[in-house]
């Protein structure tokens, strides 16, 4: 059973569309961070938020954090193809241990 | 900036033979690194805690036996999988996190193909 649970697990989109990836849990973390994954490669680093409520602009992503600290969500404005990837929530306790959500496959068709 | 340097990025073994997969931070010190592993399409799943000077933490369902991890050194841990089998193929990943501060950053990969 996933902690986090991330939603949608894919999608498959035109250029230029706008969408937003969910990401959800029953428990409260310190912090919860957004990556990017290309195959055959190690998860980026996006972004990390921290304060319930927090909001953070990354260009055309828009990542926001629950005011329970519990959820957060990823917005993308005018996907491009270059944004196609499998992206990773992850949720950070202590000693900066971090738990992944599943992943939501990212298809942003030209 | 932190850099984790992971070798190799693919292997392909034997089934039986013993794989050592190297897990370095090159320009800080690190003393915890976590290794991964991520079967195809799906998310990292936890397999352990390496801590330098000590023994490693492993999650619920991960043979500490098989999966040998060692920390001699604030820059440098290793995966040993041990008598690799067809089922251990995967993607292995190690993250290595600062002495100081939030950031946890990731290796390459490592590619395992065990025939």
């Known amino acids: 059973t996933q902690l986090l649970e991330q939603s949608p697990q894919f999608l498959s989109i035109q250029e230029g569309e706008n969408l937003t990836v969910y990401c959800n849990s029953s428990?409260?973390?310190?912090?919860l961070q957004w990556y990017r994954q290309e195959p055959g490669e190690g998860p980026v680093l996006l972004v990390t938020v921290v304060t319930g409520g927090e909001v953070k602009k990354l260009k055309r992503l828009t990542f926001q954090f629950g005011d329970a600290r519990k959820d957060s969500s990823l917005h993308i404005t005018a996907a491009q193809p270059g944004d196609t990837g499998l992206y990773l929530c992850?949720?950070?306790?202590?000693?900066?241990?971090?738990?992944f959500g599943g992943g939501t496959r990212l298809m942003v068709k030209p | 900036g932190a850099v984790v340097s992971q070798h190799p990025s693919w292997v392909i073994c034997k089934s039986g033979t013993s794989v050592k997969i190297e897990c370095r931070s090159l320009?800080?010190?690190?003393?915890?690194m976590f290794w991964y592993r991520q079967f195809p399409k799906q998310s990292l799943m936890l397999m352990a805690t390496s801590n330098e000077g000590s023994k490693a933490t492993y999650e619920q369902g991960v043979e500490k036996d098989k999966f040998l991890i060692n920390h001699a050194s604030l820059t440098l841990s290793t995966l040993t999988v041990t008598s690799a089998h067809p089922e251990d193929s995967s993607f292995y990943i190690c993250s290595a996190r600062k002495d100081r501060g939030l950031g946890n950053t990731f290796g390459s990969g490592t590619r395992l193909t065990v025939v």
């Open positions: 320009d800080f010190q690190a003393t915890t």
């Open positions: 428990s409260v973390f310190s912090s």
């Open positions: 992850a949720g950070v306790k202590a000693g900066n241990m971090l738990t």
